[in-house]
């Protein structure tokens, strides 16, 4: 398993190297002229050719690429436009919200997708599976930033249960930060009332942005069960009198679930990127809304610093849920 | 007179069982009969497609979701497992009174499970305290020890994928017999495996037989087999039974002609390799009469008008066929 894990780290190390020359091309290609860009929209020429000297950018491109690799393995991104702080102090402050945000809902999505899926796969062709089978269609096809609002407006505005926006009520401090999120904080501290104000403020964002994520698990779980039930180790465990419950909810559910953690380190994608959105609307102060004021602002550093960040979680997410899967299927591991 | 027959464990009297497909019923089993007697290896032999698995699944009550028997009985003792419900038939038959042993022993277990995970599962013993746990376990490594696997002492910490062919099937012969069933009933057990493994596991289903006092149904295709393992034997074709009785009197002098040109396709026993002209019928639309009469040399008019009766020329040797009704009435 120790030896599974290593190799596992190794191959994550070509696909952060790509992540470097991606994010290096973002910056240093794609504004035609990153000089001109930074200089600002008045600048003389001379202004220009002056900044260009003062960033290294009359360097050869190689030359740009091992200082860029330098920064940013010194973790050095300058300064944000818009705050006027290290864009990095701006991020450490805001990544636990995100991930506090995106693992609820991912969370959220497994344990209720992955046994709506099997129910739907166990009852195959019933009323059940096909109204789950529409709801699922409605739940990949919906516009999160419409629902969101539509929750905002029934839960928040005409009910009043749900707070409208934030991740904290403003003015009330929140709780001691140990992990950073919230959640988990105040659970360790034991201070339920403040668990119960983080609870009622990640409702709603963590739900809108789960949608899209539990029905693509509810949809890969189904598949997964009904394929499964075609084997043959389950016609041998019917025939050899286990039960019919244990046959499903335990040795059909795990060989589906062993399918279905691949699926959730992709999903883990979309779901970062979903998030700048439902933190833009719920204005979660995480680094999806950062990212988006960010851009507006073109605020380069900060939006390049966001982008290796979650590429990096991302990496780290799947070599996780690649270690998972080894753990749930002894085979993965041996051929490796 | 006739003498008084000794009471079989498992008795099967005319089982039709009908499987609904989108092209209309097909009889997969038309009026099977077989008994199993007392300690005694009775053999199923017929070509692929002559409902051997749903003989198999009929008893065990795992018929196909559109699957029926529409008559018929199958007598375990004094119960027909035909009127059950289906929890006794879990509770109190599959894994309890009939041990099942698996065709494929490569795909019989689940590959993301412990070995012992999957057998203990088979060991129902009321209460489910941490003491009876322990007990199982003991239990289950007898087993694995008597069935003679290597190492049993940790196989069971071990996964499927671990284990040879051979090995895997006698973890499956340990987990049909986890519950000490009285009857086996093994599909086609060894038909996955190479000749040598298929020998020992032979030897040792014999063996176990013997020394556990078991009745065993043993399924396959193989007349080499039944020779090697089986005191009786049933040959099926088509969904029917044609032809029944001990296994040296079958081989030697079969009475039914599908047995006969069956045992003339065995390559070590035929001097010249022959064949059976046409195919197995289609279960939807099967030739009324005997079934195998549309490829039967001896064919006449009357094998068409219906099934013919069943007859035993010989005590314990019975066929059923047209031409041997002359020799059983005289």
Not at chain 1, 185 to 195: A, C, H, I, P, V
Not at chain 2, 55 to 74: D, F, M, V
């Amino acid at each position: 398993m120790t030896r599974f894990i290593l190799r596992r780290l190794l191959l994550a190390l070509p696909a952060l190297f790509g992540l470097l020359v991606l994010t290096f091309i973002m910056l240093r290609v794609l504004p035609s002229d990153p000089s001109a860009a930074l200089a600002g929209e008045n600048a003389t020429p001379e202004q220009i050719a002056a900044v260009r000297k003062a960033y290294g950018f009359d360097e050869p491109l190689w030359k740009q690429f091992v200082i860029y690799v330098g920064q940013v393995a010194r973790a050095d991104f300058g300064n944000s436009i818009i705050s006027n702080r290290p864009v990095v102090s701006d991020i450490a402050w805001r990544l636990p919200a995100t991930i506090e945000l995106t693992f609820a809902s991912l969370l959220f999505a497994a344990l209720v997708g992955i046994p709506l899926g099997t129910m739907a796969a166990v009852w195959h062709n019933s009323p059940f599976d096909h109204v789950m089978r529409v709801v699922t269609v409605g739940g990949l096809a919906i516009a999160s930033f419409w629902f969101a609002i539509i929750l905002q407006i029934v839960f928040s505005m005409d009910l009043g249960w749900l707070p409208l926006r934030s991740r904290y009520p403003d003015g009330l401090p929140p709780p001691t930060n140990i992990t950073g999120l919230y959640l988990v904080d105040s659970l360790l501290t034991l201070r339920f009332d403040q668990f119960w104000l983080s609870f009622k403020h990640i409702i709603m964002p963590a739900f809108t942005l789960s949608l899209g994520g539990l029905a693509s698990i509810a949809r890969f779980t189904r598949a997964g069960v009904l394929e499964t039930m075609q084997k043959d180790f389950v016609h041998y465990a019917e025939a050899a009198g286990y039960a019919r419950k244990r046959i499903i909810w335990v040795y059909v559910l795990r060989n589906s679930v062993v399918a279905a953690t691949t699926q959730i380190g992709l999903l883990f994608g979309t779901l970062i990127s979903s998030a700048v959105a439902v933190e833009a609307i719920f204005d979660w102060p995480g680094v999806g809304s950062y990212a988006v004021s960010a851009i507006l602002t073109s605020d380069y550093k900060a939006v390049l610093a966001v982008t290796l960040v979650v590429g990096v979680i991302y990496a780290i997410v799947n070599i996780v849920v690649d270690v998972v899967h080894a753990m749930l299927d002894p085979r993965v591991a041996e051929t490796l | 007179m006739m003498l008084e027959k000794p009471a079989s464990v498992l008795e099967i009297r005319d089982l039709s069982v009908s499987v609904g497909t989108d092209e209309g019923e097909a009889r997969i089993l038309d009026n099977v009969g077989l008994s199993l007697m007392p300690g005694s290896i009775h053999g199923i032999v017929g070509e692929s497609g002559c409902g051997k698995s749903t003989l198999i699944r009929s008893i065990l009550g795992i018929l196909p979701k559109r699957g029926r028997a529409t008559h018929g009985s199958i007598m375990l003792g004094e119960r027909n497992l035909l009127s059950l419900p289906a929890d006794a038939l879990q509770k109190d038959v599959r894994g309890r009174a009939i041990g099942f042993i698996p065709q494929d022993p490569f795909q019989a277990l689940n590959p993301v499970f412990r070995v012992g995970t999957q057998l203990l599962e088979n060991v129902r013993t009321p209460g489910d305290s941490k003491a009876t746990r322990e007990a199982k376990r003991a239990h289950v490594i007898s087993l694995l020890k008597a069935v003679q696997l290597p190492d049993a002492e940790h196989a069971l910490d071990r996964y499927p994928h671990q284990f040879s062919g051979g090995q895997r099937q006698r973890l499956l012969i340990a987990a049909a017999l986890a519950a000490a069933p009285g009857i086996i009933l093994a599909d086609e057990p060894t038909t996955a495996l190479d000749v040598t493994t298929q020998l020992q596991i032979l030897k040792l289903l014999r063996g176990l037989a013997i020394e556990r006092d078991l009745s065993m149904l043993f399924v396959t295709h193989d007349f080499g087999v039944v020779a090697q393992l089986c005191d009786t034997v049933t040959v099926m074709y088509a969904g029917q039974t044609v032809e029944s009785g001990p296994v040296a009197q079958v081989l030697k002098a079969p009475f039914h002609p599908y047995t006969q040109m069956l045992l003339a396709c065995h390559p070590e026993r035929a001097e010249e390799l022959a064949g059976i002209p046409g195919a197995v019928p289609s279960p939807l639309r099967p030739p009324t009469g005997c079934r195998f009469s549309p490829r039967c040399p001896h064919a006449r008019a009357e094998c068409t008008a219906g099934q013919p009766p069943r007859v035993a020329p010989q005590p314990g040797h019975a066929v059923r066929c047209v031409l041997h009704l002359d020799e059983a009435a005289a």
